[in-house]
T-cell receptor, first 112, second 114 residues
């Protein structure tokens, strides 16, 4: 069974800092890895999708990397802003399954 | 495009009552999914569908039924609600499974069973 772990569970940083969120998974046989953002009481918004053959993806101030062999991904947020405050979820898609396996998320608070 | 929409947004049921949650997508996606999200548990797959007329069980299917009579709609039913089914339910869809393309999520339905 695929286990997805996200560290830290919660993080508080002052505005302007660069930060890294971590995601690890136990089965390296994945199709892809997806990072989501979830605001309180809201649905999930897809941030970045990394295919298993890719090493990283970038979108604006976000950069996600994937090291499939070691079962790790990181989400780098540059120059954090209060509007980045949300829960960030990591999920992997396995060939043997039919849906995403999610981590429990990192709750991020960016203070002005 | 509305993307993925869910009806209703909130619902309170008494134990033993039944209800149906509706998910609709306008992206012509083949694959649709129902997840539930519980504190400390993350999102878990209930049922999924790989096309119109087909459904399959996910990780936590007990107490739920689903139907996909039309490609754009995926219904989740609770025949006899239990307090353990208090949760936030999310529907998602994706274009294909092969290569596992991006999944798009609806806004969720918050269900409370008393």
């Amino acid at each position: 069974k695929q286990e997805v772990t996200q560290i830290p569970a919660a993080l508080s940083v002052p505005e302007g800092e660069n930060l890294v969120l971590n995601c690890s998974f136990t089965d390296s046989a994945i199709y892809n890895l997806q990072w989501f953002r979830q605001d309180p009481g809201k649905g999930l918004t897809s941030l970045l999708l990394i295919q298993s053959s890719q090493r990283e993806q970038t979108s604006g101030r976000l950069n996600a990397s994937l090291d499939k062999s070691s079962g790790r991904s990181t989400l780098y947020i540059a120059a954090s802003q209060p509007g980045d405050s949300a829960t960030y979820l990591c999920a992997v898609f396995r060939p043997s399954g039919y849906a995403l396996n999610f981590g429990k998320g990192t709750s991020l608070l960016v203070t002005p | 495009n509305a993307g993925v929409t869910q009806t209703p947004k909130f619902r309170v049921l008494k134990t033993g009552q039944s209800m149906t949650l509706l998910c609709a997508q306008d992206m012509n996606h083949e694959y649709m999914y129902w997840y539930r999200q519980d504190p400390g548990m993350g999102l878990r797959l209930i049922h999924y569908s790989v096309g119109e007329g087909t459904t399959a069980k996910g990780e936590v299917p007990d107490g739920y039924n689903v139907s996909r009579l039309k490609k754009q709609n995926f219904l989740l039913g609770l025949e006899s609600a239990a307090p353990s089914q208090t949760s936030v339910y999310f529907c998602a869809s994706s274009y294909s499974l092969a290569g596992a393309t991006e999944q798009f999520f609806g806004p969720g339905t918050r269900l409370t069973v008393l």
